[in-house]
């Protein structure tokens, strides 16, 4: 879809920009005229109330789903970026990468998806989180990676909280 055509106005979510629409779903631009959607399981995407573009046959769209062939990880905490600084050359410096950035890149060898999306804490700054998406096939290896790369800084694994139960699902 077209980044100047109605439906694109209608997901107001540009190219690099991260959003959660009124349903909770979030929303990325993840590269040129292809957006990314995550959303809890079940949930689906409608095209009710798109307006065409004019000739009157509306937009050409595709919509595929990554529900499997996807694999989703959640990186949390105050020294994520540092961890992520070793294995990407993104400058994850806050002006640079805030929060509710997305973009593609290459990460220990692998193209992934980065989507910032900060957690809030309770009455303290919120802490920098971020979801990596990769081919499945490639999911262990960068799980692994992450671990190795984490060591120094004690990384810990979760699995989901109940606040990520939007995520179950890709």
Known sequence: MPAG???AKKLDVGLGQVKRNVSGRLIAGIAPEQWLFIGAQGVSFSMSGVADDGDGAGPLIT???LTHSTALIRLVGHDSAKILRKL???????RVTPNHFALRTSMARIV?????EDVAAMGKR???????LCDRSAGQYLFNILLDA???FEIDIQGFAHDDASL???
Do not use: K, W
């Open 150 to 152: 984490g060591q120094e």
């Open 112 to 116: 992934i998806s980065l989507i910032r």
């Open 126 to 132: 919120p802490i920098p989180s971020y979801l990596i």
């Open 5 to 7: 055509s109605q439906l």
């Open 168 to 170: 179950t699902s890709i």
């Open 88 to 94: 990407c050359g993104i400058n994850f410096d806050n």
């Open 63 to 65: 919509i595929v789903s």
